[in-house]
């Protein structure tokens, strides 16, 4: 059951770099989302894909990119990395009803200098 | 204004105890569903309860139950007979039901469990 799919598990980066985050997912989901989690804000919705085709923005959009490649991957890239962005980036994907369950990648620990 | 409000940063409770931790929403939606995830020290997000805004009854999962009060706008997470293994941080999310709605989370409990 591999469920949700996030590589890599672990990236240092410095200021400037660009890095694509992957996530796929083998459950035929149609929704997938990006979070990401800092110390004491809980999760922030980076972007979302409502389905295959769609992205949009969420709370926290500025200094990412995405890509819904097709139904299974859905991927996150930060072309300019700021030491701002230092964080870990959830990866989930929804499938079915509306009130459904998010289902989460484990995560990506991404460190900028 | 937040739409997820947990007012507990921290909880401690003795092993075999029950505790409660907060979940306070804030929406003019009549559908919406409430969920409670799980963050262990590893880091993966687990999904533990959902209660849906018209679901008559309090969710259950084996030892966690929702204490859903509509009026008070309160979604409360119960834990019975706590284990060391419920150690860790503890998420309520809420999804409106109008259009295409996200999961807005709030900003968690950490829970200790002692022996």
């Known amino acids: 059951n591999a469920g949700v799919t996030q590589t890599p598990k672990f990236q240092v980066l410095k200021t400037g770099q660009s890095m694509t985050l992957q996530c796929a997912q083998d459950?035929?989901?149609?929704?997938m989302y990006w979070y990401r989690q800092d110390p004491g804000m809980g999760l922030r919705l980076i972007y979302y894909?409502?389905?295959?085709?769609?992205?949009d923005k969420g709370e926290v959009p500025n200094g990412y990119n995405v890509s819904r490649l097709n139904k299974r991957e859905f991927s996150l890239r930060l072309e300019s990395a700021a030491p701002s962005q230092t964080s870990v980036y959830f990866c989930?994907?929804?499938?079915?009803?509306?009130?459904?369950?998010?289902?989460f990648g484990d995560g990506t620990r991404l460190s900028i200098l | 204004a937040q739409k997820i409000t947990q007012t507990q940063p921290g909880m401690f409770v003795q092993e075999k105890e029950a505790v409660t931790l907060d979940c306070t929403y804030d929406t003019s939606d009549p559908s919406y569903g409430l969920f409670w995830y799980k963050q262990p020290s590893s880091g993966e997000m687990i999904f533990l309860i959902y209660q849906g805004s018209y679901d008559q009854q309090n969710a259950t999962e084996g030892r966690y139950s929702l204490n859903f009060q509509k009026a008070r706008k309160s979604a409360n997470l119960v834990i019975s007979a706590s284990q060391l293994g419920d150690s860790a941080m503890y998420f309520c999310a809420m999804r409106e039901g109008t259009g295409y709605s996200t999961l807005t989370f709030g900003k968690g409990t950490m829970l200790l469990v002692s022996p």
């Open positions: 894909s409502a389905s295959e085709g769609t992205t």
């Open positions: 989930a994907s929804r499938g079915g009803g509306l009130f459904q369950p998010q289902h």
């Open positions: 459950m035929n989901h149609n929704s």
